[in-house]
């Protein structure tokens, strides 16, 4: 599908949610396999995503801008 940030190559969707897209991914720099996800611009639930930490729920990496999407890093 292409690279992002010249780090991330997004592979396949892997889920859909009203907020957006959930890919599988790879991280080229630490050669691991991660789930990206791209929401709608507005959504900010990357910001509560950031507090959470529970052995149940996803780890969150990092979020950043791209040609006007917001990407996160999980």
Same mark, same amino acid.
């Given at each position: 599908?292409?690279?992002? !940030?010249?780090?991330?190559?997004?592979?396949?969707?892997?889920?859909?949610?009203? $907020?957006? $897209?959930?890919?599988?991914? !790879?991280?080229?720099? $630490?050669?691991?396999?991660?789930?990206?996800?791209?929401? &709608?611009?507005?959504? !900010? &639930?990357?910001?509560?995503? !950031?507090?959470? &930490?529970?052995?149940?729920?996803?780890?969150?990496?990092?979020?950043?801008?791209? $040609?006007?999407?917001?990407?996160?890093?999980?």
């Amino acid at each position: 599908m292409g690279l992002v !940030k010249n780090r991330y190559q997004l592979l396949n969707v892997i889920g859909r949610g009203m $907020s957006g $897209s959930v890919y599988r991914a !790879k991280d080229i720099l $630490s050669n691991r396999y991660i789930a990206i996800k791209v929401i &709608e611009s507005g959504a !900010k &639930e990357y910001d509560f995503m !950031k507090q959470l &930490e529970h052995k149940n729920i996803v780890k969150y990496y990092n979020n950043f801008l791209d $040609s006007g999407k917001r990407y996160l890093v999980l």
